[in-house]
């Protein structure tokens, strides 16, 4: 059974900047791919951000720019860094690891982004 936990999570101010983590329980070399999604409040779960095992990467059009989802190998990690947040940012945000057609999914971290 693989696992995946998120942390990172925080109270931010707009403008600011945090990096969240997904740390799985075994080679993240052995997923064709990780995203980040995102829930907010009353709204659909959305991607976020995708990175391949072969480190292509997509981003939602929202954060263009702004995030950067990247792996770390040796720590079976996959962090996203969030830059310029602002309000909208707000959300649960979980990581999701696909394997073939198995997918696996973490417990979410919240990102408050607020003044």
């Known amino acids: 059974q693989v696992q995946l936990v998120e942390s990172g999570g925080d109270l931010v101010q707009p403008g600011g900047s945090l990096r969240i983590s997904c740390a799985a329980s075994r080679s993240i070399g052995s997923f064709n791919d990780i995203s980040w999604y995102r829930q907010a409040p009353g709204k659909q779960r959305e991607l976020v951000a995708k990175?391949?095992?072969?480190?292509?990467?997509n981003y939602a059009d929202s954060v263009k720019g702004r995030f950067t989802i990247s792996r770390d190998n040796a720590k079976n990690t996959v962090y996203l860094q969030m830059n310029s947040l602002k309000s909208e940012d707000t959300a649960v945000y979980s990581c999701n690891a696909r394997n073939g057609w198995s997918y696996y999914w973490g417990q979410g971290t919240q990102v408050t982004v607020s003044s």
């Open positions: 990175i391949t095992s072969e480190d292509f990467t």
